[in-house]
């Protein structure tokens, strides 16, 4: 256990954790915001999971930006940073993955076969080093979210996930660190993503609920920008991620960049 932990635990202080991969962006900021209103000390994690990541995925480019990061934390009043080394998070002969059967294994997870066993691993590692009251995720990543609870839920582990909404530019593109890599005219065609989440959610309004129709409004959409190549368009049910359900989900390739987001078409969609 963190030292820092251990001595705010110790004076019955609640205590947040948000974990984060850095390249800190206004929506981790919004989850440090939560975790500050609603615990005494708040720590935020900043580890690159290169687990998480599959052969030739982004992880050596992945956005890094430790200085800013730092300075940003400080103003958001955060009170202990913790960024683990490699070494400490997986030492040599470290082979132990956690693999959080169903709910991992479609969508993201068959697009990205490691991703979810690497996700579960390193926030039970960070839960028990932080050992927090509540951990802070954002519905943005949503099926993230529901390998996290499913996770903490049959490992009885002793914390709560809150879960804080999307923050998205005025545009509706959802924030991500990923978000940095699209040139102008990609970041131009981006908005489809958002755009369809929004037209599924008229037509749920006004009363479509064959998930056929609403897979093919999405898809629609999507399909009229020509830099957007779709990985998945699904509505699913938000803690299964298998249909039936109103949770539209998205995977989208925008030039080389893959973006995911996510709905529940039940509630009005706004930026
Ligand atoms: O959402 C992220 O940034 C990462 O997947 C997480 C939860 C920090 C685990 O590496």
């Given amino acids: 256990m963190l030292a820092a932990s251990r001595k705010w635990r110790g004076e019955g202080l609640a ?15 919004s989850l440090v915001e939560q975790a500050c209103r609603e615990n005494s000390r708040v720590i935020v994690s900043i580890f690159v999971n290169p687990i998480q990541f599959g052969p030739g995925e982004d992880f050596e480019r ?40 169903g709910v991992s294994e479609g969508l993201e997870g068959a697009a990205r076969p490691v991703h979810f066993d690497g996700v579960a691993t ?19 990543d949503a099926q993230q979210v ?34 940095a890599y699209l040139k102008p005219d990609e970041r131009r065609a981006a908005v489809c993503l958002s755009s369809a989440l929004r037209q599924a959610a008229v037509a749920y309004a006004e009363g479509e609920r064959d998930p056929e129709r609403l897979r093919q409004t999405l898809r629609t959409r999507l399909e009229i920008e020509p830099l957007a190549h779709v990985e998945y368009a699904e509505v699913v049910d938000p803690r299964s991620f298998t249909p039936p359900g109103s949770l539209a989900v998205l995977a989208v390739r925008v030039g080389g960049t893959r973006l995911i987001d996510n709905h529940d078409l ?3 969609f706004s930026t």
């Fill in 15 to 29: 205590l947040g954790l948000v974990p984060t991969m850095g390249a800190l962006h206004a929506g981790h900021l």
């Fill in 62 to 101: 992945y956005p890094r930006d430790p200085e800013r990061d730092g300075e940003l934390l400080r103003t958001a009043g955060v009170h202990a940073v913790y960024r683990p080394s490699l070494a400490v998070m997986y030492p040599p002969g470290s082979t132990t993955r956690i693999h959080v059967a």
């Fill in 266 to 268: 039940s509630k009005p």
């Fill in 146 to 179: 529901a390998v996290v609870k499913r996770l903490v839920r049959d490992l009885d582990l002793p914390v709560e996930i809150r879960v804080c909404p999307t923050v998205r530019e005025s545009d509706g593109l959802a924030l991500s660190s990923r978000n």
């Fill in 122 to 140: 390193v926030v039970a590692k960070l839960l028990s080093a932080v050992e927090p009251d509540r951990a802070y995720f954002g519905q943005k």
